[in-house]
């Protein structure tokens, strides 16, 4: 697959050089907002969205018109639901594998409908992200819940050397992670190549629907993760906080040179894309754009990748 | 041709009529303000603007489209009706101008969609954003409020005491859309892209054509919805058409129209809208808080799509034991 290798490295250079415009651009109109401390703040906020897009990566690579639109209703509702265990009387120290267990929960019961039942990904997982948002939203009247063991707090704001805890402890390692096993793992190259060719795949023996079914169920537990951060992040959990990450995650993995029909792409990439969504969103509340220009912007981002993309040569045209 | 003509009112519509109305009884017997004509009045009038949405959405499911921007066009064409409105224009020049400001929204999802040839799902999910984005900043921060009730006037007016005026405008719509759909070549082409695309491109159909146009269609009705949102409101708050998508596309699957394509049911779009309205009015009614309604609404897609398939094929042996 030469050509896809070229598409993907051409992609890259064009991510990397667009990030590098971004940060020079902001850095020109406002000279201040190239200090250190940028850095800390960026991966400050890029760990949720870092581990929502690794989610949304893996699942559109595995083809199969993958997609997860679901992924800001279970960090929502996993943020919402770990929490009441704990005010219903679940011991402290379970929080961090309660909101894990109860993202992959949720992430199984998409890979239900979408491998058992077989509803198309986009409307199944459109279905389940009013479902989950909708009960987050709807168990705590909208309201915070508040309680986040004092613990788990410098978890979600310290530093170390300007790098933010979460960001070391679970965003390098579920890259790293992610990284290897697409690359020197048979669960990776089983995972390109039912992406590429879902037939074929199938031919040979890999057994598709489990591998699918399994990354519906990562990108669940990669949501409760960014759950998780949240609560430590914010001492408390917001009904609302997967607001646009369906958006987000998706403008990330594309922008990052995952191909939407799947089967080609790397992680690494992706990663580059979050830490550059969150440059410009951290950029444009430096200059004082509103807040609500955000998803706009993002939204456009993920249209003119894809336009992009058109640009470029397929190997599938 | 005949036999998808009198397929049309078959199992499914007739499914949907006797759960709304088994849903009624339920909901009358546990409160007795249920039945009261002021109730009904405000099922009758909540409908209205997601008769029209489901009514285009059923276009665009038909080719094997979708779109989950249908709620923000609605806003921005609301925006420019109010708008145009507080100038003080005609209420007719304004009632056109929904229709306008939609179709032109539409043919840019469709020309987005078609000639970027970008998957539908994706690319609706980013010109949401944008759309919505465009209605932060059109509105300003603030609501668009006390509006003229001229537009009221003609479209919120009950024929009878009870049924809106604007019904008059949704059955010409409806009926409009089965002779298109069932009698028309551009209706044979619709179903035809929708069923096999490549086969009706060798057929000779203009695919990329008959597909843009679905998306006009849907855009020109959302539109059209704006015009009636108006009429019933008379003001467009920020999060205006925030649910609209999810309750569409409930109401269309519902209805039997195909999320793969190639399969439409109007009159199954029109009693999916009903249902989930009844529903969702009923449940609020019973002293269920509002904010569940997209629970409820999310729930009753994934089932009736659920029930949908397992009917199809294997049953419920396929949860148990895979995919043969």
New interface residues.
Partial sequence: MPRSTTSTALKLVILLVLFAAIVAAFGLYQPRFLQTSLVSTVLQFASMLALVALGQALIVLAGG?G?D?SVGGIVSLSAILSMMALQAGAPPVTLPVLAVAIGALLGAVNG??V??????P???T??????Y???A??LT??GSLSGVPQWLVPFGRGLVGGVPYHFLALVLPAYLAAAVILTFTAWGRWLYAMGYNERSAHLVGIRV?RIRFFAYCLSGALSGLAALVSLAWFGSGRPNIGL?L??ES??AA?LGGIA?TGGSGGVIGVLIAVLMIVTLKTGLQFVNV?T?????????L??LV??LD?LIPRRRA | MGARIAGSIGGRELTLLVAGLVAMAIFAVLSPVYLSAGNLYQVVRNSVELLVVGLGLTFVLAIGG?D?SVGMVLGIAAIAIGNLLLAGADPWVAALAGPLVGAALGAFTGA?IVF????A???T??????????I??LLGGSWLSGLPSSLSDIFAARIGGFLPASYIVILAAYLAAFVVLRRTPFGLHLLAVGNAEERARLAGVAVRRVRLAAYVVSGTLCGLAATFYIANYRNVEMTVGSTVA?DA??AV?LGGTS??GGRASLLGTALGVLLIRVLQNGFTIVGL?S?????V???L??AA??LE??AA?GGVR??AF??P
Avoid: C, H, K
Wanted: charged share 10%; aromatic share 6%; glycine share 12%.
């Fill in positions: 018109a997609i639109l239900i409908l491998t058992r039942i077989r509803i198309l986009l409307i199944a459109l279905g389940t992200l009013f479902v948002g909708g009960l939203m709807a009247a909208g629907d646009n369906e958006l998706l403008a594309l939407i509103s609500v220009w955000q998803v706009g912007i993002v939204g456009a993920l249209l894809l336009l058109f | 979708i989950v987005v970027g040839r970008i998957p799902i994706v690319a999910i980013g010109l949401l954003g944008v759309y919505r984005t465009a932060f900043a999810l596309i409930a699957v999320i793969l808080p904010l569940w309604q997209p629970v609404t999310g729930v897609l994934l799509l659920s398939r397992l094929s396929r949860l895979g995919a």
